[in-house]
């Protein structure tokens, strides 16, 4: 079945640790993204890509890096710059702008 | 200013009964879209439905419509006949503009959770 698939569904980053957030779509999508969840929060959009070797900073970039080398992958990596990296992180993806965002299964990051 | 508010941190409501959630958004772009996410506490975002802001009519999908009022700026959800797997985060957001990058973005609401009581 086309989804999106997200891994691991648990992390945990020690101090000044650089840790890689995997996420991988087989439905064939021009656009992906990445959103951030607090407790209590809505989502909130840390970066995205419309199509192959492009992307854009969303709202809260900073802290956090993205690479986009095949229309399938779209891989996050939390960097120690980012001081409160505890948080859930849902990865989408969708066709064109009026279709909705089909998201994966999160991951949940904290700190050790 | 917040684009999208969700007044209602909270919601209850008995089953087989129906439920509106409120949303109201902001913006000064005559084309965007309105969409609403249901997010259960295993915290997957199910898509539920989608209004564009030229459609003339509600969408509905199943159980699901959604109230439509341009003028006021809102896009509540209502469900109908409430099951007890209804119970979940439920967020309102907004794609703005047509056009270019940035409408590929969507901005969420901070969410309301219902609660579906037996």
């Known amino acids: 079945d086309g989804g999106i698939t997200q891994s691991p569904k648990y992390l945990f980053r020690k101090e000044g640790q650089n840790v890689t957030l995997s996420c991988e779509q087989n439905?064939?999508?021009?656009?992906m993204y990445w959103y951030r969840q607090d407790p209590g929060q809505g989502l909130r959009l840390i970066y995205y890509?419309?199509?192959?070797?492009?992307?854009q900073k969303g709202d809260i970039a900073e802290g956090y890096s993205v690479s986009r080398e095949k229309k399938e992958s779209f891989p996050l990596t939390v960097t120690s710059a980012q001081k409160n990296p505890t948080a859930f992180y849902l990865c989408?993806?969708?066709?064109?702008?009026?279709?909705?965002?089909?998201f994966g299964d999160g991951t949940r990051l904290s700190i050790l | 200013a917040q684009k999208i508010t969700q007044t209602q941190p909270g919601m209850f409501v008995q089953e087989k009964e129906a439920v509106t959630l409120d949303c109201t958004y902001d913006t000064s772009d005559q084309s965007y879209g309105l969409f609403w996410y249901k997010q259960p506490s295993s915290g997957e975002m199910i898509f539920l439905i989608y209004q564009g802001s030229y459609d003339e009519q509600n969408a509905t999908e199943g159980r699901y419509s959604l109230n439509f009022q341009k003028a006021r700026k809102s896009a509540n959800l209502v469900i109908s006949a409430s099951q007890l797997g209804d119970s979940a985060m439920y967020f309102c957001a907004m794609r703005e503009g047509f056009g270019g990058g940035s409408n590929y973005k969507l901005t969420f609401g901070k969410g309301t959770l219902l609660t579906v009581n037996p």
């Open positions: 439905l064939n999508h021009d656009a």
């Open positions: 890509s419309q199509i192959v070797n492009d992307f």
């Open positions: 989408a993806s969708s066709q064109w702008v009026d279709q909705p965002q089909h």
